[in-house]
C-alpha cells in the first residue's frame, strides 16, 4: 500500500520549513506495529539534522504517556506530518490517550504499516526511524525557567534519538 501513497526521499529532498513543521504544524509520534499493537501521540518538540553521521530526529515522550512504553520495546518509530486540514486529528491525538480507546478510529485517521512501523494514509510526509540512544532528561539539571515552566510536578521526558532510515513524501 505505501508504494501507492508515498514516493521515497532522500534527506536533502526534503522541502519544508522543519521548524514550522515540528514547533507549528505538529507530528504523530508512532511506535509499535500492526502485529503487536501500537499507539501514536501528537508532538511539537523534537529536532532534526545530521548526528553521527546520519540524518536524525530526536522527540521526547513523558514516562506517563501510553506512547512511552511502546517507544521503549521498539526500535522502530515513524514522525508523521499531516496536513492542515488534519489539525483536529492532532489535537485529538495530543489530548487523548490510547489506554481509552482507538485514537485513529476515533479522528478518522488510517493507520497503514510502513517500513516496520506504522503510520497514517493522511501524512503528507513520514520519517521512519530506528531508535540509537534514548535517555531520561534530568529536570533537576535544567535552568529554573525550564524547570518551573515543563517539570513543576509534571512527569519528565525521555529523550529519543533515531536515526532516519527512510523518507516519504505523499505521491
Request: aromatic content about 12%; charged content about 20%; hydrophobic content about 40%.
Amino acid at each position: 500500500m505505501s508504494d501507492a501513497l508515498w514516493k521515497k526521499l532522500g534527506a536533502s529532498e526534503v522541502s519544508g520549513n522543519l521548524f514550522d513543521r515540528i514547533g507549528k504544524q505538529w507530528f504523530l509520534l508512532t511506535a509499535g506495529t500492526a502485529e503487536s499493537g501500537w499507539n501514536t501521540m501528537t508532538c511539537s518538540w523534537g529536532m532534526a539534522g545530521i548526528l553521527w553521521g546520519k540524518p536524525s530526529v530526536t522527540c521526547y515522550v513523558r514516562h506517563s504517556r501510553h506512547t512511552f512504553g511502546f517507544m521503549e520495546d521498539q526500535e522502530t518509530f515513524t514522525i508523521s506530518f499531516l496536513p492542515e486540514t488534519e489539525r483536529a486529528a492532532l489535537s485529538f491525538c495530543g489530548s487523548h490517550s490510547g489506554r481509552d480507546g482507538d485514537k485513529a478510529a476515533q479522528c478518522g485517521l488510517t493507520p497503514v504499516p510502513l517500513e516496520g512501523g506504522m503510520t497514517f494514509a493522511e501524512a503528507e510526509l513520514v520519517f521512519v526511524c530506528r531508535r540509537r540512544y534514548a535517555a531520561d532528561i534530568d529536570p533537576a539539571a535544567l535552568p529554573e525557567d525550564v524547570k518551573s515552566s515543563f517539570y513543576d510536578g509534571d512527569a519528565p521526558h525521555k529523550m529519543y534519538i533515531g536515526e532516519i532510515t527512510a523518507i516519504f513524501a505523499k505521491a
